[in-house]
């Protein structure tokens, strides 16, 4: 009964939105190059689904988001564990961690293309680095917020560091993970857009600039939509993975 309240409100929502949309079109008369109107930017949909070139450069910018999403979260994952055992490690590279964080990520997008070419890899860099800090972050606090008695428990029972990670750290830091997993997964697709932007011959982020010198607004609709779209599906399969994962939890609160 939630699940269809939910998807009702959704409908209901963006009915109300198109609605809006088109009646802001129709009374401000605005010029197409301004705001076009719905009906315009699902034509233009059409037609660049029909030439193939928005599938084209729907998988050029999936694949960095993916690619950059996998490596940020797997270093951030990794060294976020070492930060939370160590404190040495957290004093020794905290300062350079928070330095990376003060740097808007549009100043070391230049760099990291002019380093690395304006291929995959320094797109996937970019996404990287946009994931990195706040999955590190809920990995840390996540391995902290285990209780001490329990990692007492493990040791009386004579548990190997493995095991002890296995059966207690992990499964207790995955709420707190999950949080920054969510986080991550959306900054990945604006980290990908933002390389696009500073050079690319592919890509979302390419699309919006060709719609923007040409003053083809309907076609930045388009993959501003697009976006949206490749975000929310990311994000519910993390809620979806975390359902999955965290079941346990549930049926011990039941």
Do not use: C
Request: aromatic share 10%; glycine share 8%; no cysteine.
């Amino acid at each position: 009964m939630m699940r269809s309240r939910r998807i009702i409100l959704f409908f209901v929502s963006m009915t109300a939105l198109l609605i809006g949309w088109q009646m802001l079109v129709n009374f401000g008369n605005f010029p197409r190059f301004i705001l076009p109107s719905p009906g315009d930017v699902l034509k233009r949909f059409f037609e660049v689904v029909q030439d193939g070139s928005l599938m084209r450069h729907i998988a050029t910018t999936l694949k960095e988001v993916i690619s950059g999403l996998a490596l940020g979260v797997s270093f951030a994952t990794v060294l976020g564990y070492l930060i939370a055992k160590s404190r040495s490690i957290e004093r020794l590279l905290a300062p350079y961690i928070v330095a990376s964080q003060s740097v808007p990520l549009v100043a070391i997008a230049p760099l990291l293309v002019i380093w690395f070419g304006p291929g995959l890899i320094s797109k996937v860099l970019i996404a990287a680095l946009i994931v990195f800090f706040p999955v590190l972050v809920n990995t840390v606090v996540g391995v902290r917020a285990v209780p001490e008695d329990l990692h007492a428990l493990m040791r009386s029972l004579q548990a190997t560091r493995w095991q002890t990670l296995r059966m207690l750290e992990i499964p207790a830091a995955l709420p707190v993970f999950f949080g920054g997993l969510r986080v991550g997964a959306t900054l990945a697709v604006i980290g990908a857009v933002v390389g696009e932007f500073v050079g690319a011959d592919s890509g979302l982020g390419f699309l919006i600039n060709v719609g923007r010198g040409l003053y083809d607004t309907a076609l930045v609709f388009v993959a501003v939509f697009v976006l949206i779209s490749i975000a929310l599906i990311l994000y519910g399969l993390v809620v979806g993975l975390e359902v999955r994962l965290l079941a346990w939890q549930r049926r011990a609160e039941d």
